[in-house]
């Protein structure tokens, strides 16, 4: 998108350097890389950036709204409702589309928000080695309100641990070992010591939670929860010492409920340049609109593109029998803006934000960036092309 950072980096570009940055990922952590990492970052221009921001610091004035955790009560269902519910989320995503105006400047379009940690260790690595790799601009940073990445680690530290020793914070998941993200699982460790344990090994006594390590039962006081229902559905007849809805006394760091209130739920809340209309499909009372072809329907209770429907017509809206656990959005159109070899890409970015309990607000730390040929743009979508997949935004200073 920055012309000048964007020529300068296709002109040095050679396949074999490609290979040896993703090889040095691969190297670092051994069969933990389990999805395509792009060929090259986004590089943001200063005037794209302020408006990313701008947009995000709207989105956020609405979450501080007093009423805001009232109207969303109805997204917690209630046999997933866990008790120990923060005052607010200890983190937040946002995903913007880039689009192009009618003025033809590059804006950012909202296309998502969760209130849910991504991955924060695995960008840090993936950001620091490009920057190793390939010879980006002295004047595009990848961190925000640092300096340095020890600093961003830092900041880390205090967030996800608190006041806890590391082997008594748990990063929570069910078969960490099979999920997609694991290599973020792995980098956190590396940085944080805090292990990533499964939901099935979980062992409760009374209120308190242990998990074993090297024969010895360890307490459990603090939980990094990666954990979704979603996935725990996918398990019908698992059995568990402990129950994610159980009442224990344990501090969340991404408290389950939070997942679900900051979520697509919240979308139809939000106003502004960079909002796309967005409704409740249950709001439309039978009036729906006539152009759906510009509409995307998306389930509010599903997670990573599950169940999102790209074209959809009257009567398959008539016929959906909860329309009130649905969303209506006007669709947005990406704006081709990377320059590949072979043709232009389209691009998302997802800014990354920590929420301590104790500040008034949410704290932006590190972007992700991804990069599509296809319909959709998760990395699951984009499997067959280059120059695709997940990447690392860089913000010109």
């Known amino acids: 998108m920055h012309k000048q950072a964007r020529e300068a980096f296709n002109n040095s570009f050679t396949e074999k350097g490609y290979e040896e940055f993703v090889e040095s990922l691969s190297a670092a952590f051994p069969g933990q890389l389990d999805f395509r990492v792009a060929e090259t970052p986004v590089f943001v221009p200063r005037d794209l950036k302020q408006k990313i921001l701008r947009a995000s610091d709207e989105v956020i004035s609405t979450l501080l709204s007093p009423d805001f955790q009232a109207k969303t009560d109805r997204a917690v269902p209630s046999d997933q409702f866990v008790p120990g519910e923060n005052a607010h989320t200890s983190f937040l995503a946002i995903d913007y589309a880039i689009c192009r105006n009618a003025a033809g400047e590059l804006v950012p379009q909202l296309i998502e928000l969760q209130g849910f940690p991504s991955i924060f260790g695995y960008q840090a690595l993936l950001?620091?080695?490009?920057?190793?790799?390939?010879?980006?601009?002295?004047?595009?940073?990848?961190?925000?309100?640092?300096?340095?990445?020890?600093?961003?680690?830092?900041?880390?530290?205090?967030?996800?641990?608190?006041?806890?020793?590391?082997?008594?914070?748990?990063?929570?998941e069910i078969y960490p070992e099979k999920q997609k993200t694991r290599i973020d699982f792995a980098v956190t460790e590396q940085l944080l010591g805090i292990q990533a344990i499964c939901y099935t090994k979980l062992i409760r006594d009374g209120r308190q939670l242990f998990y074993e390590k090297d024969g010895q039962k360890i307490r459990v006081k603090r939980i990094y929860n990666r954990l979704?229902?979603?996935?725990?559905?996918?398990?019908?007849?698992?059995?568990?010492?402990?129950?994610?809805?159980?009442?224990?006394?344990?501090?969340?760091?991404?408290?389950?409920?939070?997942?679900?209130?900051?979520?697509?739920?919240?979308?139809?809340?939000?106003?502004?340049?960079?909002?796309?209309?967005?409704?409740?499909?249950?709001?439309?009372?039978?009036?729906?609109?006539?152009?759906?072809?510009?509409?995307?329907?998306?389930?509010?209770?599903?997670?990573?593109?599950?169940?999102?429907?790209?074209h959809v017509t009257k009567e398959d809206l008539t016929a959906i029998p909860d329309p009130e656990n649905?969303?209506?959005?006007?669709?947005?159109?990406?704006?081709?803006?990377?320059?590949?070899?072979?043709?232009?890409?389209?691009?998302?970015?997802?800014?990354?934000?920590?929420?301590?309990?104790?500040?008034?607000?949410?704290?932006?730390?590190?972007?992700?960036?991804?990069?599509?040929?296809?319909?959709?743009?998760?990395?699951?979508?984009?499997?067959?092309?280059?120059?695709?997949?997940?990447?690392?935004?860089?913000?010109?200073?």
Not at 133 to 140: E, K, S, W
Not at 262 to 281: C, D, H, N, Q, Y
Not at 327 to 349: M, N
């Open 127 to 172: 950001s620091e080695t490009f920057r190793a790799f390939f010879d980006i601009p002295a004047n595009f940073g990848f961190l925000f309100g640092v300096n340095s990445p020890d600093q961003y680690v830092a900041k880390l530290k205090a967030l996800i641990l608190g006041d806890e020793q590391p082997e008594n914070v748990i990063l929570l």
């Open 326 to 397: 649905y969303i209506l959005q006007r669709k947005v159109v990406y704006e081709p803006v990377i320059q590949a070899p072979d043709g232009l890409v389209k691009c998302e970015i997802r800014m990354m934000y920590g929420w301590p309990d104790n500040a008034e607000k949410p704290e932006l730390l590190i972007s992700l960036s991804r990069l599509s040929r296809g319909e959709m743009i998760g990395v699951r979508y984009n499997k067959d092309f280059t120059w695709v997949g997940g990447s690392a935004s860089f913000f010109e200073q």
């Open 228 to 310: 979704i229902f979603d996935d725990l559905l996918s398990y019908p007849d698992l059995q568990t010492s402990y129950k994610l809805t159980d009442d224990v006394d344990v501090q969340w760091v991404g408290h389950p409920n939070w997942f679900f209130r900051i979520s697509k739920f919240a979308m139809p809340f939000l106003k502004g340049e960079f909002v796309p209309e967005t409704r409740f499909l249950s709001d439309y009372k039978g009036d729906l609109p006539n152009d759906l072809q510009n509409y995307v329907l998306k389930p509010l209770f599903s997670f990573a593109g599950s169940g999102v429907r790209l």
